[in-house]
C-alpha cells in the first residue's frame, strides 16, 4: 500500500521534528517535507503534492486560519490542524474545523513524540477523506411561525470527523422552536464547550452544553461534553438530560449508541439522524431506534467528510433514507413536526 504522504507546517522546529518522527514512526506515513511558515507551505505544496498537511495555528507571516482559508478555496486537502489549549487555540480551532479542516490535535504540555500518536490515526483519516472548496454560508433558518413542531418528539443526531460543519449546515436551517435535539459529536472536552457557544451564536435555536438534569425542551439543543461522560437521556413525563460516568462505547466518550439506546427507552416520538465520522458508533443505536418505530435518516456518501459512520449504519438496516447535508435540515423537520402540520409525502 502507498504510504500517507505528509508536509508539517509548523514554526517550532522542535515541534516539526517531534511531529515528523512520531508520524515517520508509522510505516503507512511518510513525512515528505516540512515548512515553518505559510509562505515555505505554499511553495511545498507546489513541489511535493502531499496527500495531507498538518497545520499550526499560530505562525509569522499568516496564521494558520488565514492560510487554511486560502487551501480550502484554491487547492482543497486534507488538512489536520496542531493547536494549543488555551481559549484562544481553541476557538481558532473551532473555526479551522469549520472552514474545512479534517481534525485537529491538541500541542502537548510536555513536547514529546509520543505525545503525537493520535496524530498517525488522524492523518490516515483525513486521507481517505473528502474536502471541498470552501463555500458559501448555510441557507436561513425557518422562521419559527412556518414551523409546527410535535411537542413531545425528540431529536437525536450523532456525529464525528467533519461533524462541524456538518452540524453548522443542519442546526443553521432549524427555527427557533425546533424539536428537542440531543447530539453527540466525538470531539475531546476542551472543545465542546467553545462548539455549543458557536452553534449558539450562530444558529436560531437555543444551543447548549449539556448539564445533568437539563429539561429537554423545544427549542433547545444540547450537546454532549466530550471526555468523562456519555449522554443520556432519562425517561418519564418531563425527560432530562443525564451525564453519565461509564467505560467508552466504541472506542468513544461520549458514545452515539449510548444516547441512541437512552432515546428508544423514552418511548416518545423520536427521529435519529448520523451525520459524517469514522468508525461504527451510532449504527447500532440507529438501528435500535427503527425497529422501535422512530424515523431515521443518514447523511449520504457523497457529502460525507469520512463515510463511515453512516456507511455502517445504511449496512446494518438502520438509516431509512440517505440525503445530502444541504437537504438533511427540511427533511429532520418535517419527521419532526406537529402530525397535523405534516405536508402528504
Sequence with gaps: MT????????????????ISAALRSDPGI??????????????????LNPDVVTLDVEMPNMNGL????????????????????????????LAALEIGAVDAVAKPAVASAEAFHELIAKVKTAARSRV?????APAAAQAPGAYRPDPDHVLAIGSSTGGVEALLTVLGGFPANCPATVI???????????????????????????????????GHVYLAPGGATHLEVSAGPTPRCRLVASDPVNGHRPSVDVMFD?????KRPMTGVILTGMGRDGARGLLAMRQAGGRTLGQDEAS????????????LGAVERQLPLHRLSPAILELCADPAARSVA
Excluded: N, W
Excluded at 209 to 216: M, P, T
Design 262 to 266: 437512552a432515546v428508544v427507552r423514552l
Design 304 to 315: 460525507c467528510v469520512v463515510y463511515g459512520m453512516p456507511k455502517a449504519a445504511f449496512e
Design 3 to 18: 504510504p500517507v504522504r505528509v508536509l508539517v507546517v509548523d514554526d517550532s522546529l522542535t515541534m516539526r521534528g517531534l
Design 184 to 218: 453527540t459529536q466525538h470531539m475531546p472536552a476542551t472543545f465542546t464547550a467553545s462548539f455549543a457557544a458557536r452553534l449558539d451564536r450562530v444558529c436560531a435555536p437555543v444551543v447548549t452544553e449539556a448539564v445533568d438534569g437539563a429539561l429537554l425542551k423545544q
Design 30 to 47: 511518510e513525512v515528505v517535507g516540512t515548512a515553518a511558515d505559510p509562505i515555505e507551505a505554499r511553495a511545498a505544496i507546489k513541489a
Design 132 to 136: 471541498r472548496a470552501l463555500g458559501d
Design 66 to 93: 488565514e492560510f487554511l482559508e486560502k487551501i480550502m478555496r484554491l487547492r482543497p486537502m486534507p488538512v489536520v490542524m496542531v493547536s494549543t489549549l488555551t481559549a484562544a487555540g481553541t476557538d481558532v480551532t
